[in-house]
């Protein structure tokens, strides 16, 4: 599937900004069943500074902020080709060891909420990709979705706690309580292409874990899939924190106004939209 995707994101500031630097993660990873033919990016009140590839395999650029400017405005736009692999995108690669994601992080450290939600988990523990779909399930049960409820900083005890959270929460409490069990997890951030709907108002969110003789599966606990071919993989990390789209600091802006806009669509090429008007797709409906 070709994928298009346009993405800006806009900080308005309220005063004028002395000094500001920001670490842009937005580019897609050209591995793991996704190629990336397209991809460039806009800046507007920013310059680059530098550019490398992260401990996690994330295409990493840095950007200074204008002296005085008011506002900061990103834009991305590309083309992605991607296929579906059953949510499997293979054996474990790059610079940081398995181990890694076996370790709690502040946002996914797990508390009595998570012990409990594991031990109720009915499916054998010993058939790994199984009790992993069991698990997403009752996530999804027990965490209704619901934009706005949350925030970058709440945690998978919190979330599931309140029972309602949006993807990003769901991420982090399967990933917490993958690791209870000595499985290694992963967050993933990047773009998915919703069925009837184009325009969106965030990038989403999902796990991947570890499973012998698989490697890397992702699960969308947010939609009930793993992930095929209308998800971009962009970033990976230990959790949200280490694959967040944008961080940084901006001396002396007074308020910050974040705006984002985002269009991810299907490229159609030649007879395709022949045959995407005789085959339908499962439906998606939470993309953030």
Known sequence: MLLTVTHTTRYSFSEKVSHGLQRL?????????????EWDMDLAGAKPEAEYDDQHHNHTELVSIEPGVPEVVVTCRGIVRTIDNNGVTGMHTGH?????????????????RVRQLVASIEADRGDTLNFLHALSRSIGEQVEYVPGTTDP???????????????????????????????????VGGYLRMDGKVEQEAGHGWAE??????????????????????????????????????????????????DVHLSVDEKVVGTQQQQMSASGGQQQNQGG
């Open 25 to 37: 993660r937005l580019k897609p990873k050209p591995t793991h069943g996704q190629e990336v033919l």
């Open 209 to 258: 874990a570890y499973v012998p003789g698989l490697g890397w599966v992702g699960f969308d606990v947010s939609n009930e899939i793993c992930p095929d071919e209308r998800y971009i993989r962009v970033a990976t990390g230990c959790d949200y924190s280490e694959a967040a789209p944008v961080t940084g600091i901006a001396m002396g802006a007074g308020e910050t106004r974040l």
């Open 153 to 187: 900083s709440t945690t998978a005890e919190q979330a599931l706690a309140a029972g309602k959270g949006v993807c990003q929460d769901h991420a982090h409490i399967f990933i917490s309580a993958g690791r209870l069990l000595d499985i290694p997890m992963r967050y």
């Open 96 to 112: 940081m060891p398995l181990w890694c994601f076996l370790r709690a992080t502040p946002l996914t450290r797990a508390g009595n």
